[in-house]
C-alpha cells in the first residue's frame, strides 16, 4: 500500500533551519509530483511549496527565499529544506504526492519554532 513518512521535525529557535524528509513507498515515486503543506492550530491547512516530477518548483510567497524544495528520487524521498524560520513557521507540516486523479498525505511531522 502506499505510504509517505514524514521526518525531521522539532522545536528550534527563531533564525534556525530544519531539513524535512518525506519517504515514498508502494507507488512510482518519479511519476508522481510532490508537495509540501502545513496547517497551524486553528488555521486551514495551506501549500508551502510543490516539486513536479520533471523538477519544476512553486512556493508560497511567505516561504520564497528561505524554504527549498528538493527531491532524490533514487530515494524515493522529498525534502524540505527550511532556514531562517520564524515563529509563524509554527505548524504541522504534510507531505503529498499526486498525479492524474491520485492523491496521496503523510501522517504529518510538527514544526514549533519558539524561543
Known amino acids: 500500500q502506499v505510504q509517505l513518512v514524514e521526518s525531521g521535525g522539532g522545536l528550534v529557535q527563531p533564525g534556525e533551519s530544519l531539513r524535512l524528509s518525506c519517504a515514498g513507498s508502494g507507488y512510482t515515486f518519479s511519476l508522481y509530483h510532490m508537495g509540501w503543506h502545513r496547517q497551524a492550530p486553528g488555521k486551514q491547512r495551506e501549500l508551502v511549496a510543490t516539486i513536479t516530477s520533471g523538477r519544476t518548483t512553486n512556493y508560497a510567497d511567505s516561504v520564497k527565499g528561505r524554504f527549498t524544495i528538493s527531491r532524490d528520487n533514487a530515494k524515493n524521498t522529498v525534502y524540505l529544506q527550511m532556514n531562517n524560520l520564524e515563529p509563524e513557521d509554527t505548524a504541522v507540516y504534510y507531505c503529498?504526492?499526486?498525479?492524474?486523479?491520485?492523491?496521496?498525505w503523510g501522517q504529518g511531522t510538527q514544526v514549533t519554532v519558539s524561543s
Open positions: 503529498n504526492a499526486y498525479w492524474a486523479q491520485n492523491k496521496y
